[in-house]
């Protein structure tokens, strides 16, 4: 071997020895930024205190708390581009006052358009409300115990009142429970659109209305789509149940676990019946079972400005779907059932409530009153399980879906327990509140 063909080799025998130490020191790096990474990361969490003792609530919160941790270190704005919006709201809310964007979005929507804003900390932004659960719990909450974002948010929707409310009624926050459950019977009674009225009775909506809407069951299960109920083992419970109202698009399959696989009435906001993406026509979710749709219409019930400016259009698939599928059970809520339970949660706070109409819980909850000797609803008032994820079966975070920004959730909430039979356990393990029926409501004259 020459002299050359050593010196090669001999290089070779070194850069193999350096890579094989260069490759030692990356994993050791590895290794050791992992081990920081762990420790700084145990060390926060073990500073948040939880509101709760057993294990299982315990690691709920834990991992809400890594979420927000890791959220915090990365770009959320990027994160909000490629997440679906909730049901929260019927249009875009944009404050005219401030930098940020409040996008209550509809859940066929993506929120493309966030903005950050340092005047909003991580905190505020993807606040978790418990100080507004545990009120919630004992029947006591105000506004001020929300976020600025949320603040802020009902702020702009009073002042805007898009919908031209004028309440001239009481505001009375002292009414008994049972005070408030004859209110409740007596001035929120099930209307749906027959026909009857113009422009309907001319279009010929007589004939396409089914027959008035008056089941009867003795125990009723309204499943709401919170985010909350992942990991609640309810399905079987849920099921036991006479009859099971779920809401929108909220699906069954891979969450029976949790919120059980019995439908027996669906509520739909018509952007299901005018958005293509929900499948309408072909969705299972849709097939035998009773669909209950609504929109909102002028608080002055005008009919024929409704007809022709409905927030969706849903006139047109209603029209279609009759006359594909005449013998389903297919309603549209009268807009004066749903204004009604606009005024009942008015009159029962001294604030001054979002002028928009009430969430799809809140009017599924009062219509299951009306068919129902006991309604049970599940996480409508969170449990300890409360996360800002909106739907358990979507992957957005947003407390406004929880609290409210567009519909007046809190002050609805608020009511439904102040309404409510259920114990303390119920409420905290469960979210789980028990309302009578109004055929078990008796009032006096």
Same mark, same amino acid.
């Given at each position: 071997?020459?002299?050359?063909?050593?010196?090669?080799?001999?290089?070779?025998?070194?850069?193999?020895?350096?890579?094989?130490?260069?490759?030692?020191?990356?994993?050791?790096?590895?290794?050791?930024?992992?081990?920081?990474?762990?420790?700084?990361?145990?060390?926060?969490?073990?500073?948040?205190?939880?509101?709760?003792?057993?294990?299982?609530?315990?690691?709920?919160?834990?991992?809400?708390?890594?979420?927000?941790?890791?959220?915090?270190?990365?770009?959320?704005?990027?994160?909000?581009?490629?997440?679906?919006?909730?049901?929260?709201?019927?249009?875009?809310?944009?404050?005219?006052?401030?930098?940020?964007?409040?996008?209550?979005?509809?859940?066929?929507?993506?929120?493309?358009?966030?903005?950050?804003?340092?005047?909003?900390?991580?905190?505020?932004?993807?606040?978790?409300?418990?100080?507004?659960?545990?009120?919630?719990?004992?029947?006591?909450?105000?506004?001020?115990?929300?976020?600025?974002?949320?603040?802020?948010?009902?702020?702009?929707?009073?002042?805007?009142?898009?919908?031209?409310?004028?309440?001239?009624?009481?505001?009375?926050?002292?009414?008994?429970?049972?005070?408030?459950?004859?209110?409740?019977?007596?001035?929120?009674?099930?209307?749906?659109?027959?026909?009857?009225?113009?422009?309907?009775?001319?279009?010929?909506?007589?004939?396409?209305?089914?027959?008035?809407?008056?089941?009867?069951?003795?125990?009723?299960?309204?499943?709401?789509?919170?985010?909350?109920?992942?990991?609640?083992?309810?399905?079987?419970?849920?099921?036991?149940?006479?009859?099971?109202?779920?809401?929108?698009?909220?699906?069954?399959?891979?969450?029976?676990?949790?919120?059980?696989?019995?439908?027996?009435?669906?509520?739909?906001?018509?952007?299901?019946?005018?958005?293509?993406?929900?499948?309408?026509?072909?969705?299972?979710?849709?097939?035998?079972?009773?669909?209950?749709?609504?929109?909102?219409?002028?608080?002055?019930?005008?009919?024929?400005?409704?007809?022709?400016?409905?927030?969706?259009?849903? =006139?047109?698939?209603? &029209?279609?779907?009759? *006359?594909?599928?005449? +013998?389903?059970?297919? @309603?549209?809520?009268? !807009? #004066?059932?749903?204004?009604?339970?606009?005024?009942?949660?008015?009159?029962?706070?001294?604030?001054?409530?979002?002028?928009?109409?009430?969430?799809?819980? =809140?009017?599924?909850? &009062?219509?299951?009153? *009306?068919?129902?000797? +006991?309604?049970?609803? @599940?996480?409508?008032? !969170? #449990?300890?399980?409360?996360?800002?994820?909106?739907?358990?079966?979507?992957?957005?975070?947003?407390?406004?879906?929880?609290?409210?920004?567009?519909?007046?959730?809190?002050?609805?909430?608020?009511?439904?327990?102040?309404?409510?039979?259920?114990?303390?356990?119920?409420?905290?393990?469960?979210?789980?509140?028990?309302?009578?029926?109004?055929?078990?409501?008796?009032?006096?004259?």
């Amino acid at each position: 071997m020459g002299v050359q063909d050593s010196i090669l080799l001999g290089l070779r025998h070194v850069m193999k020895q350096s890579g094989q130490l260069l490759l030692l020191i990356l994993l050791l790096w590895m290794l050791l930024f992992l081990a920081v990474f762990t420790y700084l990361t145990d060390s926060e969490l073990n500073q948040t205190s939880s509101p709760f003792n057993s294990e299982s609530q315990h690691s709920s919160y834990v991992q809400h708390s890594a979420r927000t941790i890791i959220a915090s270190h990365t770009s959320r704005w990027d994160q909000y581009a490629e997440k679906r919006g909730p049901f929260q709201s019927r249009q875009v809310f944009q404050p005219s006052h401030t930098r940020e964007e409040f996008h209550f979005r509809n859940s066929d929507e993506r929120s493309k358009e966030v903005t950050p804003n340092s005047d909003y900390s991580d905190d505020d932004y993807f606040s978790n409300g418990w100080s507004v659960v545990r009120g919630l719990w004992k029947g006591q909450v105000s506004s001020k115990m929300l976020s600025r974002r949320l603040r802020q948010a009902m702020r702009e929707y009073v002042d805007s009142n898009n919908h031209k409310v004028l309440y001239k009624g009481q505001q009375k926050t002292s009414k008994s429970r049972q005070e408030m459950l004859c209110q409740m019977k007596q001035q929120a009674k099930l209307r749906t659109l027959d026909g009857s009225e113009q422009p309907f009775s001319h279009l010929g909506f007589q004939q396409l209305a089914p027959p008035k809407l008056q089941q009867m069951y003795k125990t009723c299960a309204v499943v709401t789509s919170a985010g909350a109920i992942l990991n609640s083992s309810l399905g079987r419970e849920i099921d036991s149940h006479d009859a099971v109202l779920r809401f929108n698009a909220a699906p069954c399959k891979d969450y029976e676990r949790d919120v059980g696989s019995k439908t027996t009435i669906r509520i739909i906001n018509s952007q299901i019946l005018a958005n293509h993406i929900h499948k309408f026509n072909s969705s299972l979710l849709f097939k035998n079972i009773t669909l209950v749709a609504w929109d909102p219409a002028p608080y002055n019930i005008d009919l024929h400005k409704w007809y022709q400016h409905p927030d969706y259009d849903l =006139f047109k698939p209603y &029209i279609n779907h009759r *006359n594909n599928f005449p +013998e389903q059970p297919f @309603y549209i809520l009268h !807009p #004066s059932f749903i204004w009604n339970l606009w005024d009942i949660v008015q009159s029962n706070t001294q604030e001054n409530i979002q002028p928009n109409p009430p969430s799809s819980g =809140f009017l599924g909850i &009062i219509m299951m009153m *009306n068919f129902c000797e +006991e309604v049970h609803v @599940y996480e409508y008032i !969170p #449990s300890m399980r409360q996360t800002s994820l909106c739907h358990y079966y979507e992957t957005y975070y947003d407390a406004a879906c929880t609290l409210g920004a567009y519909h007046p959730l809190l002050y609805e909430k608020v009511l439904v327990k102040r309404m409510s039979a259920a114990s303390e356990e119920d409420l905290k393990k469960k979210g789980k509140v028990t309302l009578p029926g109004f055929s078990k409501i008796k009032c006096t004259l």
